[in-house]
């Protein structure tokens, strides 16, 4: 039988955020494969200080639900409405993410099923960062390669203290993003970006890189 799946550079190129999900559940094992996928990544000295939070729990994503969308409706949302689309994108096409992105803080509550990475450790930093982000983008892309929607998402943490009560964090552990997932109502479709030759340079800051354009 052909093997159909996509390989990892497809899955990579095809992996982006997925804010309409539909709210049918998502198989326990699914999850599992997703966190399993995470904890492969790779952590400071390999110190695996992280911890993750699986949330079906209705009222504690009605709570959170709500701090996401006020920060979305009081904060995010007019300052992007207001300003410049995102770099190499037109002004039409980044209108419909900020759509997608309403979309998704009016009912980031009903998808399924939400991964919360946290980390040991009381001051939240770059550093931390380092050993909690190369997990988070191994579960986004477990997540499409099972086909699963998600979305990287922190703006909730404009109300970090009052998210974090409500997930019950002891003091020293902290978020670091929180990840709805569900079955997509769109299509995956390729990411957009910016080409390498605007952004790699070679041996010298500000001199181009040589092979940066296809073949
Ligand atoms: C650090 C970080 C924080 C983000 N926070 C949010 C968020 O709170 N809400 C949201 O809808 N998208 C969020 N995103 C998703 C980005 O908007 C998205 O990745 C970007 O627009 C590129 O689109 P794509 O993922 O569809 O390719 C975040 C992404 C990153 C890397």
């Known amino acids: 039988m052909p093997d159909d799946s996509p390989n990892l550079f497809e899955i990579i190129a095809t992996t982006r955020s997925m804010r309409r999900l539909k709210p049918d559940p998502v198989p326990s094992e699914l999850i599992r494969k997703i966190l399993e996928a995470g904890v492969c990544a790779p952590s400071g000295g390999n110190m695996q200080r992280w911890r993750f939070l699986v949330i079906r729990d209705v009222k504690v994503k009605e709570t959170v639900g709500a701090y996401y969308k006020r920060a979305w409706d009081e904060v995010v949302s007019p ?49 931390a960062g380092s050993s909690i982000y190369p997990a988070v983008q191994n579960m986004l892309l477990a997540a499409r390669a099972l086909g699963l929607g998600a979305t990287l998402t922190t703006l909730y943490l404009s109300f970090e203290k009052e998210v974090e009560a409500a997930f019950g964090l002891p003091p020293d552990v902290h978020s670091y993003a929180l990840l709805p997932i569900g ?32 073949g």
Not at 94 to 100: E, H, I, T
Not at 184 to 209: K, N, Q
């Open 79 to 127: 300052r992007y409405r207001g300003g410049e689309p995102s770099p190499g994108t037109s002004r039409e096409r980044f209108s419909r993410m900020l759509d997608a992105a309403q979309h998704l803080a009016d009912h980031i509550h009903e998808a399924p099923v939400w991964i919360v990475p946290c980390l040991e450790g009381a001051n939240p930093s770059r550093t």
């Open 183 to 214: 079955y997509p109502l769109g299509r995956f479709g390729p990411v957009r970006r910016v080409p390498l030759a605007e952004i790699v340079y070679e041996d010298r800051w500000g001199r181009p890189f040589s092979e940066a354009s296809e």
